[in-house]
Nanobody, 128 residues
Framework: VQLVESGGGLVQAGGSLRLSCAASGRMFSSYAMGWFRQAPGQEREFVAAISMSSWSGYSTYYADAVKGRFTISRNNAKNTVYLQMDSLKPEDTADYYC???????????????????WGQGTQVTVSS
């Protein structure tokens, strides 16, 4: 699986951006997908995740720092996962990475170790 992120850029505080992650390959619906971010000088951290397809639909998970402001979604027909980011803050400035796994996830897919495939990242800058 190859992952390509897009949609990053410069936005003022309070604004919105939508990140996309396009996946190559087959069986996209069988992958759980996650978004992580890494700010300059800091470790990469979990942002959000969405489970693989099931008979009951999907489950979504969020870091406390973004809960209520960010929304993760997926379109299996387009092999794409999205991260809608609203009410952006300067502290959201980071490189954002998309990741994929067919595993079960250790803790709501919040660990980097859960993921087998990573994109190259897209930069998000939020000005104050």
């Amino acid at each position: 699986v190859q992952l390509v992120e897009s949609g990053g850029g410069l936005v003022q505080a309070g604004g919105s951006l939508r990140l996309s992650c396009a996946a190559s390959g087959r069986m996209f619906s069988s992958y759980a997908m996650g978004w992580f971010r890494q700010a300059p000088g800091q470790e990469r951290e979990f942002v959000a995740a969405i489970s693989m397809s099931s008979w009951s639909g999907y489950s979504t998970y969020y870091a406390d720092a973004v809960k209520g402001r960010f929304t993760i979604s997926r379109n299996n027909a387009k092999n794409t996962v999205y991260l809608q980011m609203d009410s952006l803050k300067p502290e959201d400035t980071a490189d954002y990475y998309c990741a994929a796994t067919r595993g079960s996830g250790s803790n709501k897919y919040s660990s980097e170790a859960d993921y087998n495939y990573w994109g190259q990242g897209t930069q998000v800058t939020v000005s104050s």
